[in-house]
């Protein structure tokens, strides 16, 4: 691990050393409030302070300490209350210049001395107010949204949800639907997923992140997006982490439900959308039979293609449920949630696909297309989650909670799309070459975790607490099917179809199937003890996880003769393997993407957490990382690299500097170091058949490491309002790119991974202003990314003698998928007085690089997007109220460019082009998504 700069080593300690002056002047009072029977520490205590005519009252943190700093010489009086416990004792003193009194207040249950009346008080975990508090007191940099936000937000879905955090952008799939987040520009790989601070592995078929938009947000009760790690967390994220708070067992009774339905506007008569039946042929014959088995035609279902049927306006829908109560004098806590979205949307989609190789003329890198195709797609997303927990209070000392998650997606999506060939030449001489293609996929995702916790606390100063935990995630496509065929027409001088020959006609039938299970356990041993009159908390602990990883990919080719009978019969063309190895699993050639993966990873820390001075902590230590990754593969024992390993250990440090400039005010400063491991199908030497290329695997890849600074300014005034201000610094070291590399002649090409040998850098300014007037409301957020990374790129230009030439030039470009400039701004409308809440809210997202190019100049990037959103809740009755989200308002597009002047293509390649709308870039790709509507009703007791 690479040390971190000489010049944040010395803006710490110019950091501290302010802090160390500023503090020797001030009077303060250090007071800690806690239960005097368990000896808790009790947040949200109200402590009221008078001096002389001045009252002033404030609450304690999570520690249950507040520090009163400021206050004026001479005597006070001091006294705290709790909802459901006894007054404390009043407190009287005097205080001289520049002294700091230690006062720890023990409060007693009410209900002692109260026989006949009981006082219970509720705390709303799932209010702005609540996670105001957690952001303040929190012992790291983040950001929070409530439940009570998230419920009002526009969005059905965490991915969505998470691109109103200030930072954070989100990667979208092709029907719109959020999909990875990106946190302060970096790509989805540089950040990780926690569901109540535990690590759950991923469903994607090739890489560790988790598809955020599997996870319905109603079942949150917050959302963290923690920006700075601490020892004590899993260390391999640099970009953030996401921690998704699940709903917890309430202090008393709860009931919600909720029900909606809604509809896309892109789907019409003239535009409906595509449905069809998932195949009931769920294995490959492969699967079933052996990879010796010889399959036939009749092996395969083409039920997928032949059902396909369309909807004009498909309606959404959504249906939520939680309820949760205590029993067993409080004791036992359960909750249970569950919802169900049932979601259809869509996508109309033109994409420009550039030759491996440009040209040198008319300009240097002049980009070449070899397709122009024009596709729509139709999805339908099935979300199932559901989630309970049971926790149970054994006595004052110890406490037991087991958690249980399952989360569930079925995607249908149906893509029927025109490839426009070549430059409309063929060799059978006609003028227009069109592959007409319809493909049916439907991609099953499962998530489910299992987390038994302990706490326990085993004397005054020693707590242990435990995680034993088993989480599974997989992710099935059961018979991808595709069929397409050639439509080469001949044109008469006014363009229009004299003749038609259909042939060339294709079918694939491709599963794919991948698991990722761990089994892992954490443990943490939490010491207070007092050193030189001030209280540090030291904490040690660790984790061990074992990973099993088994992905298999396989595809089926088979071709028909010429053939007219697309729209008519399908089951009459005559189809055959294109060879024997077609039929047989074991000279499949996928089969070398079958793999198998063993990783191990193990992980201890010491941290410690104390009050430098009244008004400055300290937490601080270091974290030390080891991995051990294995793969096999079913390739051939002749393949190179069939099997491979890896282990590599890092050692991480952190500090975390909080100074309190008020009781609402704080100053943070943190510097930690973290990683990012490669995607187990990323290291594995695969080769599959996307979108638009061929990927293929990099066994070399190495992990990534970086050094991370922040500094933060918060102010917390109340309720919901808050600012903050702070920059971020970040180096990282052996970064994974996705490079086009050309393979073979200039129209073949593939992406792979590869680590830059150089360093790349990354910095940038947040602030966030939340401000309510009344009952009107602004929030405001936004983000200036800066990343720089320096590659060599081939530049082809001509020169007037020696002719086609190449050369490579230093070229500094952005890391992959970082904007420059991120912003949110919502107009917010809450009035209890007549129940009704409002909001409207607008995303920017700056223009980010897409994908990076091995040539100069050639990169693909995203134009700037923006999105215009609205929703409501109305009280229709005391317990019942009716709500609506509309997204996407502006019909907002996403486009994809080459920073090359359109108008400067040679002619010859000027049919591809279309409509083009930026004079000095060329439209590539282009998808419009169109806006969606929801609405229903909402019921709570």
Do not use: C
Not at 310 to 336: C, E, H, W, Y
Not at 608 to 633: A, C, D, I
């Amino acid at each position: 691990m690479k040390h971190p700069y000489l010049f944040y080593k010395l803006l710490l300690f110019l950091f501290v050393g302010m802090l160390f002056t500023t503090s020797l002047s001030a009077q303060t009072l250090d007071v800690k409030v806690k239960d005097s029977k368990s000896d808790e520490p009790m947040m949200g205590a109200s402590i009221t302070l008078v001096q002389g005519k001045s009252t002033k009252t404030v609450s304690t943190n999570l520690q249950g300490k507040f520090l009163l700093d400021h206050m004026r010489l001479g005597a006070y009086k001091l006294w705290v209350n709790f909802v459901g416990y006894k007054q404390s004792e009043v407190f009287e003193g005097t205080l001289s210049s520049g002294q700091t009194r230690f006062i720890v207040v023990n409060l007693q249950d009410a209900s002692i001395e109260m026989n006949e009346t009981n006082i219970v008080g509720h705390s709303n975990k799932e209010s702005d107010h609540s996670a105001r508090g957690l952001e303040k007191n929190a012992p790291m940099i983040q950001n929070i949204l409530s439940a009570n936000t998230i419920q009002l937000l526009p969005d059905v879905t965490v991915a969505n949800a998470l691109q109103r955090v200030s930072g954070v952008t989100i990667q979208r799939s092709a029907s719109g639907e959020g999909r990875y987040a990106i946190i302060r520009g970096m790509d989805q790989r540089y950040n990780t997923t926690l569901v109540n601070g535990i690590k759950i592995p991923s469903p994607d078929n090739k890489y560790r992140f988790v598809p955020m938009d599997v996870f319905p947000s109603e079942m949150l009760e917050r959302l963290e997006v923690i920006k700075a790690l601490t020892p004590a967390m899993e260390g391999d994220a640099i970009g953030g982490a996401m921690n998704l708070v699940m709903k917890s067992a309430p202090d008393r009774f709860t009931f919600s439900a909720n029900v909606s339905g809604g509809l896309s506007t892109l789907f019409s008569d003239s535009r409906p959308f595509v449905h069809f039946k998932g195949s009931p042929v769920n294995n490959s014959p492969a699967a079933v039979n052996g990879n010796s088995y010889a399959a036939t035609y009749q092996d395969f279902n083409n039920k997928a293609l032949n059902s396909q049927k369309n909807l004009s306006a498909p309606m959404s829908s959504t249906a939520g449920l939680t309820i949760g109560d205590r029993f067993l004098k409080g004791k036992l806590g359960v909750i249970v949630s569950a919802s169900y979205q049932n979601i259809y949307r869509g996508s109309d989609f033109k994409q420009l696909t550039p030759n491996a190789q440009p040209s040198a003329i008319p300009l240097p890198n002049s980009p070449q297309f070899s397709d122009a195709y024009e596709r729509t797609y139709s999805t339908q997303t099935q979300r199932l989650g559901i989630h309970n927990k049971i926790d149970y209070v054994i006595d004052e000392n110890n406490k037991l909670s087991l958690y249980n998650l399952y989360i569930h997606q079925n995607e249908f999506e149906s893509r029927y799309g025109a490839d426009t060939l070549g430059l409309g030449l063929n060799s059978t001489g006609l003028s227009k070459q069109i592959t007409l293609a319809s493909r049916s996929t439907l991609t099953k995702q499962n998530i489910y975790n299992t987390t038994l916790h302990g706490d326990h606390r085993l004397n005054d100063k020693l707590r242990f607490n435990w995680d034993a935990v088993y989480s599974i995630a997989s992710r099935h496509m059961p018979d991808r099917t595709e069929f397409s065929y050639d439509a080469n027409q001949a044109l008469d001088n006014n363009h229009q179809v004299i003749n038609e020959i259909d042939n060339n006609t294709k079918l694939t039938h491709h599963w794919e199937n991948n698991t990722d299970k761990d089994i892992a356990g954490y443990g943490n041993l939490i010491f207070n003890h007092n050193i030189a009159g001030r209280d540090v908390e030291f904490s040690i602990g660790g984790l061990y996880r074992h990973k099993n990883r088994q992905a298999d990919y396989i595809t089926y080719s088979l071709s028909g003769g010429k053939s007219t009978l697309f729209n008519d019969n399908f089951n009459t063309i005559p189809f055959a393997f294109n060879s024997p190895a077609d039929a047989i699993g074991s000279n499949n050639p996928d089969l070398q993407n079958n793999y198998k993966v063993t990783e191990d990873d193990n992980a201890e820390y010491l941290q410690f957490r104390f009050n430098l001075f009244p008004k400055l902590q300290v937490l601080g230590g270091v974290r030390v990382e080891n991995t051990r990754m294995s793969y096999e593969t079913e390739s051939p024992v002749t393949v190179t690299e069939r099997a491979g390993s890896v282990s590599y250990t890092d050692v991480l440090p952190s500090l975390h500097l909080k100074y309190a400039l008020t009781d609402n005010q704080n100053l943070r400063a943190s510097y930690f170091a973290s990683i990012s491991r490669p995607g187990f199908g990323e290291q594995v030497p695969y080769r599959t058949d996307d979108e638009s290329y061929i990927t293929v695997g990099n066994p070399h890849l190495k992990h990534i490491t970086a050094d991370n600074a922040d500094i933060r300014y918060e102010l917390f005034p109340g309720g919901s309002d808050q600012l903050l201000v702070g920059s971020f610094y970040k180096k990282i070291y052996n970064p994974i790119e996705y490079f086009v590399v050309r393979d073979g002649g200039p129209s073949t090409q593939v992406i792979k991974p590869q680590n830059d040998p150089g360093a790349a850098t990354n910095f940038g300014f947040e602030a966030l202003v939340t401000k309510f007037f009344g009952e009107i409301g602004f929030s405001l957020n936004y983000t200036y990314t800066h990343s720089r990374i320096t590659t060599s790129k081939l530049l082809y230009f001509n020169d007037p003698v020696l002719g086609l030439q190449q050369s490579l030039v230093d070229e500094t470009r952005p890391l992959q998928g970082q904007a420059n400039n991120v912003g949110n701004a919502s107009v917010l409308f809450k009035s209890g007085r007549i129940g009704l809440d409002l909001q409207l809210a607008f995303v920017y997202t700056g223009e980010r690089l897409f994908q990076v190019s091995p040539y100069y100049g050639l990169d693909f990037y995203q134009q700037a997007y923006s999105q215009l959103d609205f929703s409501f809740e109305k009280t229709l009755f005391k317990r019942l109220s009716f709500y609506g989200k509309i997204n996407n308002i502006t019909n907002a597009a996403g486009k994809l460019y080459l920073k090359f002047p359109h108008g400067s293509i040679d002619a010859k390649q000027q049919q591809f082009l279309g409509k083009q709308d930026i004079s000095d870039q060329t439209l590539v790709q282009s998808n419009y998504y169109k806006t969606m509507f929801l609405g229903g009703f909402r019921y709570k007791f």
